[in-house]
Each structure stands twice: as C-alpha cells, then as structure tokens.
C-alpha cells in the first residue's frame, strides 16, 4: 500500500475541537495538496468528496434517488470509506427519523440499516439507541427545545470525535488522508455556518442602521 | 559443498553494508519526503527537519565497520560465524533503519507546529538507534571470536 509521508507532513495539524475560528487550511490548498495522491487513491478520495457533497443534497431529491445514490456509494471497494459512508448515514438516517417525528412523521424514510429499527422503537425517545449512541438524546432534546446551534454542535462533535479517534490507528497511509479530509470536512461546516451567522448579523445591523433605506436598490 | 560455504561466508562479510544501507535508504527516504512536506506548511527550522531526516543513515555506518571487523579470509571452518553474525547484524540494522524512518516521519510532523517539542519527538528515533548500537557492538565482540579473526 502506497504510504504518503509528503503528504500528510505538509497538511497542517488539525485543531483538538472543531469549533474554530479559522480553518487550518483552505479549500483550494488542500485540493492541491491531494493532488499528490496516486490517480487510484485520487479517484478514491473524490468518491468520498462527493458522498460529503451528496450529504448536502437538493431538497427535492426522492427517497427512491437518495437509496440509489446510497446504493452506488456502497459499491466503494475500500473498507474505511465505507466505515465513513455508513456512519455517516446513521446519523443522517437518525437526525432525520428524529426531525419526521417531531414534525409529525408517521415513520422514518425507509433508507439505509437503522430504518427497521427505528421504525421498530418509533416512541422511544432515543429510538433504543439511547445506550449506544449517548448524542441522540441530547441532540434530541436539543432538537424538541428549538436550540438547533446545540444540536448541530453536538452532531458535528460527536462525528469529530469518531474521526479523531480512528486516526490514531493510522499515520501515513491513503487512511489517514481519509480522516483528515473527512475531519477538514466537519471544520468546513462549522466554519460555513459562523460565516453565515456573520452575514446574517451584518444584514440585520444594516437594516438597524438604515431602516428602510436598506431596501433601496440602486 | 565447500563452495556454498564460501559463498555464504562472503554473504555474512558483506551482509551487514548491504543490508544497511537498504534499510537506511529506506529510513531516510521515508523520513526526507516528511520533512520535504514539512516544508511546505512551515516558514522557518527547515535545517533540522533535513537533520532529522537523515538520522537513518547511522546504521549503514554500522554496517560498514562491522563488514571491515569481519573482514578475514573465508575459510570453511569460519563461514558459518561469518555468515550467521553478518547478516543477523545487517538485519538489525535493515530493520532498525526502516522504523527509525517512521519514527523520524513522525517527529517532523509532530514538531513542525510545536517546535518546542522537537528534541522529546525525537526521543522514539534515538532509541530505536539504541538498539541499532547493541547489535553493532556486540557484533564487533562476537566476531572476535570467528576463525581468522587474528589475521
């Protein structure tokens, strides 16, 4: 297996939480460092950057097109990517069985292993996976309270802490580029979102300065 | 018969530079393309990573001074210590080379963004060079002791 000591020496270390202000490298370097991946390890990788991408998939995708996308993913002949894809598709599967039954679903979209499950334990709180997976209770609650920056926060911690501890069995290898893209992922999102909350702030400031002359087009 | 023996005695004189210099070739390759991507995620203390990557290259220094201490005329009756003290040193050393490698890897990322820990990320690479000595040393010692020696 190829080992990737430039690689990973040039990719900045990533911070403990993810939850910081800046990232510790942008997008377009970290694109071209990747580039120094063997062209099988690369079409890998985009697999995997697709699948994040597909994770912020259209709103008006069916289920039946979410299951094939699902499907072609699964077909990835490379365990820890598949390791990533499943476990990011229970909790996917779990934040949306718990957003269906607070808008009042009748049942979780029947996509991916944990659907029976929960369909099976619809009126646990947890759906039963209270005791295997600690985050769903309080994302949970976090949900039904309306606090959504809390629950997004303890999503993307309990994911970063996934990560973080299975780098650790890995040092130089395709595995361990994985892992950093996947955790650069999750710094991404989090970084997006205070980027967003800025312009959200600013556009409300500016309204509260200029009232409705904000409104004037020129 | 008394051919292969001697093949195998010249096998054991030369073993521990061949075996050596592979594994340092490997060491230092693994250890110079970390520090190569070091590089390029750091402004300044470009000269100790290079000065940590080529510690791997100890052990075929080991290997050669071992070949030269059981350098002698290959004879039947020494060619099996030849042999046997020859390559299980240069084995030591392949290996010892190729892990410090990973060690040295390692210590350039670690202390690239901490370089206050550049001297403790080392320690790991130090030691398996600690074991690389044993076996240099005693092999010096346990050569004295093949057929031939006293030539």
């Keep these: ?20 202000e800046h990232l510790p490298i942008t997008r377009q370097s970290l694109k071209e460092r990747l580039e120094m991946l063997t062209p099988e390890d690369r079409a890998l990788q985009k697999q995997l950057a697709e ?46 069985a718990l957003r269906r039954r607070l808008a009042g679903g009748t049942g979780p979209v029947p996509v991916g292993s944990l659907a029976e499950h929960i369909a099976r334990n619809w009126d646990d709180p947890t759906f039963k996976l209270g ?26 911690g309990h994911t970063w802490q996934a ?7 890995f040092t130089f290898s395709f595995e361990a580029v994985i892992l950093y893209v996947a955790r650069w992922e999750i710094l991404y999102r989090w970084h997006s979102r ?18 409705g002359h904000a409104e004037l087009q020129f | 018969m008394d051919n292969l023996w001697i093949m195998l005695g010249w096998a054991g004189i030369y073993g521990p530079t061949a075996l050596g210099a592979i594994g340092s070739v490997i060491g230092c390759a693994r250890a110079g393309q970390a520090a190569c991507g070091a590089m390029l995620d750091v402004d300044s203390g470009y000269g100790r990573l290079v000065g940590l990557s080529a510690l791997p290259s100890s052990q075929i220094i080991y290997g050669i001074v071992v070949m030269f201490s ?11 210590g030849l042999f046997a003290v020859g390559i299980l040193c240069g084995t030591v050393l392949l290996f010892s080379a190729a892990f410090q490698g990973l060690c040295c ?20 690479a130090a030691i398996v060079e600690g074991f690389a000595v044993f076996a240099f040393i005693f092999a010096l010692v346990v050569s004295a002791g093949i057929p031939g020696s006293g030539q």
């Design chain 2, 105 to 124: 890897s390692s210590a350039i990322v670690a202390s690239k963004s901490k370089p206050e820990i550049f001297g403790l990320s080392a320690a790991p």
């Design chain 1, 131 to 156: 005791s295997r997976l600690p985050w769903v209770e309080r994302f949970s609650s976090c949900l039904i309270a309306g606090d959504t920056m809390n629950a997004e926060q303890t999503l993307l």
């Design chain 1, 51 to 96: 699948f994040f991408d597909w994770d912020r998939q259209p709103l008006d995708r069916s289920d039946n097109e979410f299951a094939r996308e699902l499907a072609r993913i699964e077909t990835i002949e490379h365990s820890l990517i598949r390791r990533i894809v499943r476990s990011r598709m229970e909790v996917r599967t779990i934040v949306s």
């Design chain 1, 1 to 20: 297996m190829h080992k990737y000591f430039t690689l990973i020496a040039s990719l900045p270390n990533l911070p403990r939480h993810f939850d910081v």
């Design chain 1, 163 to 169: 990560w973080c501890t299975l780098a650790t069995e």
């Design chain 1, 194 to 211: 205070n980027v967003s909350n800025g312009q959200q702030r600013f556009d409300s400031m500016i309204e509260e300065t200029l009232g």
């Design chain 2, 70 to 80: 059981l350098n002698r005329e290959v004879t039947v009756e020494a060619a099996g």
